[in-house]
């Protein structure tokens, strides 16, 4: 059973600039969930979404936004990033959002 | 508001010895607990899961248990090896959340020389 895939894998971009990450959840998960990794806050919560809906919210501004596509897949936008975006974005899927998540390799994003 | 900390930061060990790692949080309502293991610059593996309703769980060399009621967890890691270092993360459920957001410790970063 293939596992959870995130692309790209790593991404420069620079101040101001707009970025999608994609998430594939594993085959017959429904929940797909995103988080922020930093050196200085740790692992944060992004969002949740399930059946294509946002089920849940972290404590982010708007410019951080997601969808989820009727295969389960998902994409995570950021818009006029800034240089405190930079971070390893992991996704994570389970099969109701409360069972066990399974994590996928992240996306490094590094803002320059 | 839930928070999990993991105590001690960092822990180094030499190989062959038996460890235990810390992780409190301050909400004991809780759905369940997952450890996981991180390797640098990687995503995290999921290691067990513990629901609400269970003491503990075990898979190889790993035991986890759980005290809701103090707010506490241990991972147990037998006979450790080079192969065990890595950052080792501790994140709650809570059920105070409408769905299904994990509270992460910031992690115990575990050294095993041989």
């Known amino acids: 059973k293939a596992g959870v895939t995130q692309t790209p894998r790593y991404l420069i971009k620079t101040r101001g600039q707009q970025v999608t990450l994609s998430c594939s959840p594993i085959s017959g998960h429904r929940s797909v969930s995103w988080y922020q990794q930093t050196p200085g806050q740790g692992l944060q919560f992004l969002f949740e979404?399930?059946?294509?809906?946002?089920?849940n919210k972290g404590n982010f501004p708007g410019r951080f936004s997601g969808r989820q596509f009727s295969n389960s897949r998902s994409e995570m936008n950021v818009s006029t990033l800034e240089l405190g975006d930079s971070a390893l974005y992991l996704c994570?899927?389970?099969?109701?959002?409360?069972?066990?998540?399974?994590f996928g390799p992240g996306t490094r994003l590094t803002v320059l | 508001k839930q928070e999990v900390t993991q105590i001690p930061a960092a822990l180094s060990v030499p190989e062959g010895e038996n460890l235990v790692l810390n992780c409190s949080f301050t909400?004991?309502?809780?759905?369940?607990l997952q450890w996981f293991r991180q390797d640098p610059g990687k995503g995290l593996t999921s290691l067990l899961l513990?629901?609400?309703?269970?003491r503990e769980q075990t898979s190889g060399r790993l035991n986890a248990s759980l005290d809701k009621s103090s707010g506490r967890s241990t991972l147990y890691i037998a006979a450790s090896q080079p192969g065990d270092s890595a950052t080792y993360l501790c994140?709650?459920?809570?059920?105070?959340?409408?769905?299904?957001?994990?509270?992460f410790g910031k992690g115990t970063t575990l050294s095993v020389s041989s």
């Open positions: 513990i629901q609400s309703s269970q």
């Open positions: 909400d004991s309502a809780i759905y369940n």
């Open positions: 994570a899927s389970s099969f109701s959002g409360n069972n066990e998540q399974f």
């Open positions: 994140a709650v459920r809570s059920q105070d959340q409408a769905g299904t957001a994990l509270i």
């Open positions: 979404y399930f059946s294509e809906t946002q089920r």
